[in-house]
C-alpha cells in the first residue's frame, strides 16, 4: 500500500533515490571501517583497533536507519554489494598499508565526502521535495559523521 503521508509520489521516489545513495555510502564507509578494525597493525594497535571497533558498531545502526527511513517513505532499499558499489560515491579501493595513520587518513576522507554530501542534500529534501522528515533525519546522519571525523581527526594531531 502506497504510503499517504504528504509527500507527493515523484517527490518520494526523488528522495528514495537519494537515499540509496547515501545507504551505498554507508555500507561502503562500514566495510572500509570494518577492514581497519581487522588489518590494522603497527605500535598504536590497541588504540586504533578499539577507535574502529567503536566506528564500525555506530555504523551498523546508521545503516539501518538509513534502509528503513527508505522504506518509511515506501520504497524498498538496495541490499546487494553490487548495487552498493554502484551506487557508492566512495571509493572501495584506499592506500595501500593498514598502519594506523593510513586508515585514519583514509576514513576520515571518506567521513567528510559523506558529510559534504549530506550537507547538500539537507535543503533539497526540505525545499524541493517537501520532505522536513528527511532533511531532519539527514540532518542527525552529518552529525554523526561529524563526530566520526572528529574522533578520527584527533588522531592525527
Known amino acids: 500500500?502506497?504510503?499517504?503521508?504528504?509527500?507527493?509520489?515523484?517527490?518520494?521516489?526523488?528522495?528514495?533515490?537519494?537515499?540509496?545513495?547515501?545507504?551505498?555510502?554507508?555500507?561502503?564507509?562500514?566495510?572500509?571501517?570494518?577492514?581497519?578494525?581487522?588489518?590494522?597493525?603497527?605500535?598504536?594497535?590497541?588504540?586504533?583497533?578499539?577507535?574502529?571497533?567503536?566506528?564500525?558498531?555506530?555504523?551498523?545502526?546508521?545503516?539501518?536507519?538509513?534502509?528503513?527511513?527508505i522504506r518509511t517513505i515506501g520504497h524498498y532499499a538496495p541490499a546487494t554489494l553490487g548495487e552498493f558499489l554502484k551506487l557508492t560515491a566512495l571509493s572501495e579501493e584506499g592506500e595501500k598499508g593498514n598502519t594506523g595513520l593510513i586508515l585514519v587518513k583514509e576514513l576520515l576522507s571518506d567521513h567528510e565526502q559523506i558529510i559534504i554530501r549530506l550537507r547538500g542534500l539537507i535543503e533539497s529534501f526540505d525545499k524541493e521535495q517537501e520532505d522536513k522528515g528527511t532533511s531532519d533525519f539527514v540532518t542527525g546522519l552529518m552529525e554523526k559523521h561529524e563526530k566520526?571525523?572528529?574522533?578520527?581527526?584527533?588522531?592525527?594531531?
Not at 586504533?48 to 564500525?56: A, G, I, P, T
Not at 566520526?148 to 594531531?157: C, E, G, S, Y
Request: proline share 3%.
Open 148 to 157: 566520526m571525523a572528529w574522533f578520527l581527526r584527533a588522531h592525527l594531531k
Open 1 to 69: 500500500m502506497t504510503p499517504n503521508i504528504g509527500i507527493k509520489a515523484k517527490d518520494r521516489q526523488q528522495v528514495a533515490e537519494d537515499l540509496s545513495k547515501i545507504l551505498a555510502d554507508e555500507f561502503i564507509i562500514y566495510t572500509k571501517t570494518l577492514k581497519s578494525h581487522w588489518n590494522v597493525e603497527g605500535p598504536d594497535f590497541h588504540d586504533k583497533h578499539l577507535l574502529f571497533e567503536s566506528q564500525y558498531k555506530a555504523l551498523t545502526d546508521v545503516i539501518d536507519d538509513v534502509a528503513e527511513r
